[in-house]
C-alpha cells in the first residue's frame, strides 16, 4: 500500500485524536471542536492524493467559515509543493493552492504587494508571531498564507490576497502533524 510509505502513515494509522480545551480553559471557552467532523483523516487523504499525486508532508486541522477542514502540503512527483483543502464534512476537495516563488511568472505578473507589506497586513488583523509563511497561487490568483501564534496564545492561518492587500481568511488551527520544508 503506497500510504504506508508516507511520513504520515504512523498519523494515519493511528488517528484516534481527542481534542481538549487549553490550560485554564473549559471545552466551552475553547475555540476547538469536540469531534474531528463526519470525514476521517483517512478518506480526506485519498482523495487528496487522488487530486495530487505524491507524498503528504504535513496535514493541519482547522476550521475556515465554521467548518472544519483537512489541509495536506503534498510534495507532487516533480518535486513541487501544493496546499490541498478538504471539507471534513462533506469529503469534497475545496481547495488547491501550488506553493510558488515571489518570481514565479504568474505570481510577480500578478502580485500587487511584497511579502513584508502582505506580513504586517496579516500582524494588523492577528496580532502575534509569524511562525511560517507560504507564497500561494490558487483559483483566485496569487496570495500570502500566514502561520500566525496570536497573542492570546492560539495559532492562526491569516491568507492575504497578493492583488488587493485584502484579509480572504482567518483561520483557527487546532493541530499539525508532519514536518515541512
Keep these: 500500500m503506497a500510504l504506508l510509505k508516507s511520513p504520515l502513515s504512523i498519523c494515519v494509522i493511528t488517528t484516534g485524536l481527542a481534542f481538549a480545551a487549553s490550560p485554564g480553559e473549559t471545552a466551552a471557552q475553547s475555540s476547538m471542536p469536540l469531534h474531528q467532523g463526519s470525514i476521517t483523516l ?9 487530486t495530487i499525486s505524491g507524498t503528504p508532508l504535513i496535514v493541519e ?3 475556515e467559515d465554521g467548518t472544519p477542514q ?7 512527483q516533480k518535486g ?3 496546499n490541498v483543502e478538504c471539507d ?20 510577480a505578473q500578478h502580485a500587487k504587494l511584497t511579502l513584508a507589506e502582505a506580513e504586517a497586513i496579516a500582524l494588523a ?3 502575534g508571531r509569524v511562525e511560517r509563511y507560504e507564497i500561494l497561487l490558487d483559483q483566485d490568483g496569487p496570495a500570502f498564507e500566514f502561520d500566525i501564534q496570536s497573542d492570546v496564545g492560539r495559532e492562526f492561518k491569516v491568507e492575504i490576497d497578493a492583488v488587493t492587500g485584502s484579509v480572504e481568511s482567518v483561520s483557527p ?3 499539525e502533524i508532519g514536518e515541512g520544508d
Design 42 to 50: 483517512e478518506h480526506c487523504l485519498e482523495m487528496t492524493l487522488r
Design 61 to 63: 486541522y482547522k476550521s
Design 70 to 76: 483537512y489541509e495536506f502540503e503534498v510534495r507532487d
Design 80 to 82: 513541487g509543493l501544493w
Design 88 to 107: 471534513a464534512t462533506t469529503g469534497h476537495i475545496v481547495e488547491i493552492e501550488q506553493h510558488v516563488t515571489a518570481d514565479h511568472p504568474l505570481f
Design 125 to 127: 488583523h492577528m496580532p
Design 173 to 175: 488551527e487546532y493541530w
